[in-house]
């Protein structure tokens, strides 16, 4: 299970807003995955927006609950409640094994 | 408009109750909508791409917060802050300075569907936060989305899309700001996306249309809930003070008038008008053909107005300004004077510059901002060009309609093509205006002169002479015509007459004069023959007198004589009287 280069950390902001039903499911959905591909090689950072609302016009955010992957590679953006597991997996270009 | 916005005024007063209005600050739009835009609603602008969706909606906030104080956010979807800054600078707005003094604030969203992968269900909340944190930063009132469609480019789940706006509209609403959305037009639709679905307002339809290689900007309200608002398609002009929006006036005829009136520069011509010259607040049409004069007149009344320390505004639409004051100073009316001390300006353009439309709305900005007693149009007839007879008349109505509103006089030149008095510009205009001038040329003995005609003015007594029209280095004059037994004479024939008429005067005095010699020498021969005859009858006295005297003197020696014979013979008789003769002798 997802074995090969593990050494890439994989650097992450997920925004969100408060404790929204979005927003929820998108924490406990992208947690289950990052425990699932990325054990122990992630940095997950959770910004609730409503907090800081400053970041939103910095980061160019729209849609949400947003998911910015800083690392590797290009910055990548992915937005929703990280339901479709095969689109964040692409998102955040992991090569899953069983897909 | 004083007349026309204190009107609008009480009808604003009565739907305060109904409805309040945010005023735009545009200039023409808030007559347009009777005060402005709905207070605290979103309204929606559609329009074609580069029909000024933008620049109106960027007005609407400047003016916001520059006049009436109320700060605005502008979020903008398609030009980059620095962009749309630069952009809107060409109308003299300078949003970095605004936005540093916080009366304003600019976001700039960017959204790329290929940067964005969708992993599920979302919201716009981001776009929420972003617009309340702008919004709480400089207290807006006032709100602009400039155009929000793009987030149907950027988002592909178009329900969520859909349903996040109709909350963000009602968030607007709730949030009690005045928001304007722009909107790209779609096809038989107003908006590409539907918008006008979730703004139900008020909706402003923005058109650029060219028609024969002219364009005009048109500007309609589609609808405006709970409010009276204008119908009709109403020109507007983007230029570098902001959008200006003509509002057509309207075509009641309850105009204020007064009977004061205005010299025409020309003392020998006002008296032509009953001694006095125009009414103020009225319209005068000079036409003429080629070469007459037309120009000269105009110039020459602008001269007199502007010496009554008056303004005057004149449109030169076929001679630059320059030109104009170099040619009238052969007349001798120095222009360049009343430039100078500000009272005098000159706006050229060729009538081929933009539609009549836009003419108009120009014509009547330069009038608001110059704010001048007398309006010269030089001349209307290459209007012709740009429209048909009935647009031409149709904008001159408006034009018309608007200056006697403002008792602005307004004197337009028209050519005629042909020499016969039924042109049909004339004919078109002449309808419409209070005084009408025809210069003619009057061609005899070979040679050309102008004849001046007043074809009609309405209320004043006015000559039915024709007068010879004469331009000279000293300015213009009229002349009575002589008739002669061939008919009126002008110029040469004219002159030649007057001689004639002097020589007779001149032999006349001549016979005269011998005759009062004549009777001079008669009267000097008759009183030397007086003379003579006096100096005869003198003589003759002087005789008859000497006979007298010596038979006086006779008459005294003899009765002497007598005495002395008397006095010797009594002295012979007693000799006591011997002193009586010695005394005597």
Redesign the interface.
């Known amino acids: 299970m997802g074995e090969g280069n593990r050494k890439t950390v994989y650097v992450m902001r997920l925004f969100v807003t408060g404790a929204s039903p979005n927003s929820t499911r998108a924490i406990s959905n992208l947690k289950k995955i990052c425990e699932e591909y990325l054990k122990g090689c992630y940095e997950l950072e959770i910004i609730d927006v409503y907090q800081q609302p400053i970041v939103a016009m910095e980061e160019q955010l729209i849609a949400l609950p947003m998911l910015i992957k800083k690392a590797p590679g290009m910055e990548k953006r992915l937005i929703g409640d990280m339901s479709d597991k095969r689109r964040v997996l692409k998102g955040l270009e992991i090569n899953a094994v069983n897909l | 408009m004083k007349p026309d916005n204190n009107k609008k005024q009480k009808k604003d007063d009565k739907k305060q109750l109904g409805l309040q209005k945010t005023p735009s600050g545009i200039s023409g739009l808030d007559e347009v909508t009777g005060g402005g835009l709905p207070k605290g609603r979103p309204t929606l602008i559609c329009g074609e791409a580069g029909s000024g969706k933008t620049m109106m909606s960027v007005e609407f906030i400047v003016r916001g917060a520059t006049q009436f104080a109320e700060p605005g956010v502008i979020m903008t979807f398609e030009e980059r802050v620095p962009e749309l800054a630069l952009n809107v600078a060409s109308l003299g707005f300078d949003l970095e300075k605004l936005q540093a003094n916080k009366k304003i604030k600019v976001?700039y969203?960017?959204?790329a569907r290929t940067?964005?992968?969708?992993?599920?269900?979302?919201?716009?909340?981001?776009?929420f936060?972003?617009l309340?944190?702008a919004i709480n930063t400089v207290k807006a009132k006032r709100v602009v989305l400039d155009t929000i469609e793009n987030?149907f480019g950027?988002?592909a789940n178009e329900a969520i899309l859909r349903a996040e706006l109709r909350r963000l509209f009602t968030w607007l609403k709730d949030k009690g700001v005045t928001a304007i959305i722009t909107g790209e037009r779609g096809d038989g639709k107003l908006t590409r996306h539907g918008l006008e679905e979730y703004v139900s307002d008020c909706v402003i339809l923005l058109d650029h249309r060219v028609l024969n290689q002219i364009s005009t900007r048109r500007l309609r309200i589609v609808k405006y809930r709970g409010s009276l608002h204008g119908t009709n398609e109403y020109p507007f002009l983007i230029d570098n003070d902001g959008i200006v929006v003509l509002p057509v006036t309207s075509l009641e005829l309850d105009k204020e008038v007064t009977s004061e009136r205005i010299s025409s520069g020309i003392p020998s011509f006002d008296e032509m008008l009953g001694g006095k010259g125009f009414f103020r607040g009225g319209s005068i049409l000079i036409s003429g053909t080629a070469g007459t004069g037309k120009t000269s007149i105009a110039t020459t009344f602008a001269d007199g107005v502007c010496r009554n320390g008056e303004r005057c505004l004149y449109f030169a639409f076929e001679e630059p300004p320059q030109q104009i004051i170099r040619n009238m100073r052969s007349i001798n009316l120095h222009l360049d004077k009343h430039v100078k001390t500000g009272l005098l300006k000159f706006c050229a353009a060729r009538p081929t510059l933009y539609g009549l439309e836009m003419h108009l709305v120009a014509i009547y900005k330069e009038i608001q901002k110059f704010k001048p007693a007398v309006v010269i149009l030089d001349p209307i007839t290459n209007f012709a060009s740009i429209g048909s007879l009935s647009e031409v008349k149709n904008m001159l109505i408006r034009l018309i309609d608007f200056l006697q509103n403002e008792q602005i006089t307004v004197m337009f030149t028209a050519l005629n093509l042909n020499d016969s008095l039924r042109d049909p510009t004339d004919e078109a205009v002449s309808s419409l205006v209070d005084s009408w001038l025809l210069v003619k040329d009057i061609e005899a003995n070979g040679e050309r002169n102008r004849g001046l005609y007043v074809m009609k003015s309405r209320g004043m007594k006015h000559s039915n002479q024709v007068r010879e029209f004469v331009i000279s280095d000293d300015g213009l004059e009229l002349i009575n015509v002589y008739v002669g037994p061939d008919g009126i004479l002008t110029g040469s024939a004219r002159e030649a007459q007057m001689i004639q008429e002097e020589t007779g005067i001149a032999i006349r005095n001549y016979t005269l004069n011998r005759k009062d010699r004549e009777i001079m020498r008669k009267r000097q021969v008759l009183e030397s023959k007086i003379a003579s005859l006096n100096a005869e009858f003198e003589s003759v006295e002087e005789e008859l007198n000497k006979v007298y005297e010596e038979e006086e003197l006779r008459k005294q020696i003899l009765n002497k004589n007598r005495e002395t014979m008397q006095n010797i013979r009594l002295s012979g008789e007693k000799n006591s009287k011997p002193k009586k003769p010695q005394n005597d002798s």
């Open positions: 976001d969203v960017h959204i940067e964005i992968s969708e992993t599920g269900e979302y919201d716009l909340d981001g776009l936060i972003r309340e944190y987030l950027g988002l």
